[in-house]
């Protein structure tokens, strides 16, 4: 079946604009968690998304980004006045449930964003 | 809170040898513990998970990774690479309570030499 689509794969923008980044869950996965992979630093989460839960914001670095969830599905993650330290790839997972016992992370290919 | 330590950056083996990749955590609670392998431009892929039941954990492609509360590791082996294991590997570390919500480390680029 159809894994986590994220759109677009590539995304060249100039410092100080606005970016949209588009994640399509799995259908049917409650779960939805965006990281962010820099070089050279791993994977920092961002924020996670389960059902109709409040989403846990603690890993957005500034008040630049934000994300929301519409209908339980897809996702979109947004940042403002674009910096070049945003450079990154950014992925996005989402799972059946909140438990990592029974339930494992599905990753996308991610977005590369490039603020030059 | 929860953070882990990949030693190495980048591992060379060759073709046919051991592939011994290191990972130490540190977890104020007993951990789920986790190895994602990434290929290029792709996402990650789990490998294989530890969940507190048995401490040598088998995954895919003939991975397998032991889980020592003593040393606090989680390395990642196998007998003999192949090619095709070529990628960047991940340990990753669960928040308290078996959730989802991973902390990664810095990963390792494993490369295998004919």
């Known amino acids: 079946g159809a894994g986590v689509s994220q759109s677009p794969s590539n995304k060249v923008t100039e410092k100080g604009k606005d970016v949209e980044l588009r994640c399509d869950p799995i259908?049917?996965?409650?779960?939805l968690y965006w990281y962010r992979q820099s070089l050279g630093q791993g994977l920092e989460f961002l924020i996670y998304?389960?059902?109709?839960?409040?989403?846990?914001k603690s890993g957005l670095p500034s008040d630049r980004f934000s994300a929301e969830r519409t209908g339980g599905s897809v996702s979109t993650l947004t940042i403002q006045r674009t910096q070049q330290e945003d450079s990154a790839v950014y992925l996005c997972?989402?799972?059946?449930?909140?438990?990592?016992?029974?339930?494992?992370?599905?990753f996308g290919n991610g977005t590369r964003l490039t603020v030059t | 809170a929860q953070s882990v330590t990949q030693l190495g950056s980048h591992v060379s083996v060759s073709e046919g040898a051991l592939v011994l990749l290191r990972c130490n955590y540190s977890?104020?609670?007993?951990?789920?513990l986790f190895w994602y392998v990434q290929y290029p431009n792709q996402g990650l892929q789990l490998l294989l998970k530890?969940?507190?039941?048995?401490?040598l954990v088998k995954g895919i492609n003939g991975f397998e990774a032991e889980f020592k509360k003593s040393e606090t590791s989680f390395h990642l082996t196998k007998p003999s690479a192949h090619m095709s294991d070529a990628a960047e590997y991940f340990c990753?570390?669960?928040?308290?309570?078996?959730?989802?919500?991973?902390?990664f480390g810095t990963g390792t680029q494993l490369k295998v030499e004919l």
């Open positions: 998304f389960q059902g109709n839960s409040a989403p846990d």
């Open positions: 997972a989402s799972s059946v449930g909140a438990s990592s016992y029974n339930s494992p992370l599905h």
């Open positions: 259908s049917g996965h409650t779960a």
């Open positions: 990753a570390v669960s928040e308290g309570g078996g959730g989802n919500k991973l902390t």
């Open positions: 530890y969940t507190s039941a048995a401490t």
């Open positions: 977890s104020s609670v007993p951990p789920y």
